[in-house]
C-alpha cells in the first residue's frame, strides 16, 4: 500500500481494522503515508506479523483498545515522520505480545517517535526479543498516562544509538503504574541515562547517582572447597593486600572477604538440590 499523495487524518490508518475480530495482518508492506501504516481500535484476537512499514507520519502500527494482540516480526522504518505516537504502539490492550520486531532509523521525533510505547491502560502482556536503534526518542517505553496499566514484563530486547533513554517507564498524568517488570535486557550508546556501577561512571568522567547496593559472591560447589585451586583462592582474598586493593575502586568495600558461606543463609530463596545417582 502506497500513500503517495493521498491525504488522511493522522490518527487514521492506511491500512484499517475498526472493531473487527479474529484477524491476522501478514507479508503487507504500508510506505508513505500521512497517517498510521497498520492500525486496528477496538478488535479482539489480532495477530500483525511480518508486515513492513517505511515513511508513516504516525506509528507504523498501532493497536488500540482491544484484547489479545499480537505483533511480531516486522520491521518498522522512518515512523513518526514529524507526527505524534510511538513506532509501535500499544494502547489500551488487555493480552499483549509485542515480539521479534525491528525499529529503527525514525522520524526527526518532534512530537512523537519512541521506539515501542505500551501505555493507556495496557496490561497482562510481554515486549521481548525485539531491535530497537537509531530513534531521536527513547527505545523502549510503558506509560500509564491516565490509567490502570499493569503486568508488564519487558525482557531480552536490544536497543542502541537512541538520542534518549533506552528503556523508562512513567506515569505522565498520574494513572497508576504497577507490576512493571525490566529484566535481561541490553541498552548501549544511548544519549542520556543507564544503569551502572560508580567506578566505571567515574573513570569515564560521568555522574553517578547511587540507586541501590548489592553484594557479590564467588560460588562453588560444597565438594570443590577442598580442591588447591579454591584453598589458593580463599587464602588470597583474606590477604590485608588485596583487600586494600578492592576497597580503593570507588563504590567496593570488601565485607566477609575469604569466608565460605552458605547459599541459604545468603540467600533465603536459594534452593539447589543435588541430583541423587541412581
Known amino acids: ?27 503487507l508492506r504500508v510506505i508513505n503515508t500521512s497517517a498510521i501504516g497498520i492500525l486496528a481500535d477496538g478488535g479482539n ?33 522512518l515512523a513518526c515522520n514529524d507526527g505524534e505516537q510511538e513506532d509501535i504502539t500499544i494502547l489500551g490492550i488487555d493480552t499483549f505480545e509485542v515480539r521479534f520486531n525491528q525499529v529503527h532509523d525514525g522520524g526527526p521525533g518532534t512530537r512523537g517517535g519512541e521506539g515501542i510505547d505500551v501505555k493507556d491502560g495496557s496490561a497482562n502482556g510481554s515486549v521481548h526479543h525485539n531491535l530497537v536503534y537509531n530513534l531521536q526518542r527513547l527505545g523502549i517505553y510503558v506509560d500509564a498516562w491516565d490509567r490502570h496499566t499493569h503486568n508488564i514484563h519487558v525482557y531480552a530486547n536490544v536497543v542502541h544509538d537512541m538520542n534518549a ?40 568522567g560521568l555522574g553517578f547517582v547511587p540507586l541501590a547496593q548489592e553484594r557479590y559472591h564467588l560460588v562453588c560447589l560444597k565438594s570443590a572447597l577442598s580442591e588447591p585451586g579454591i584453598q589458593a583462592l580463599l587464602q588470597l582474598l583474606k590477604t590485608p593486600e588485596w583487600q586494600q586493593e578492592v576497597a580503593h575502586i570507588e563504590g567496593y568495600t ?25
Open 45 to 77: 484476537h489480532l495477530i500483525f506479523d511480518h508486515n513492513t512499514t517505511h515513511n508513516t507520519y504516525s506509528s507504523g502500527i498501532g493497536a488500540w483498545n482491544g484484547y489479545d494482540v499480537l505483533v511480531e516480526y516486522n520491521e518498522i522504518v
Open 165 to 204: 533513554f533506552g528503556y523508562a517507564v512513567s506515569s505522565e498524568m498520574g494513572g497508576l503504574l504497577e507490576d512493571v517488570y525490566i529484566y535481561n535486557n541490553l541498552a548501549y550508546h544511548n544519549a542520556d541515562c543507564g544503569l551502572g556501577i560508580a567506578a566505571a561512571a567515574h573513570k569515564q
Open 1 to 27: 500500500l502506497d500513500g503517495s499523495g493521498m491525504q488522511m487524518p493522522s490518527w487514521e490508518g492506511q491500512f484499517y481494522i475498526d472493531e473487527q475480530h479474529y484477524i491476522r495482518v501478514s507479508g
Open 254 to 278: 570488601p565485607v566477609q572477604s575469604g569466608e565460605v558461606l552458605s547459599m541459604r543463609k545468603v540467600l533465603p530463596w536459594w534452593n539447589f538440590a543435588a541430583r541423587k545417582a541412581r
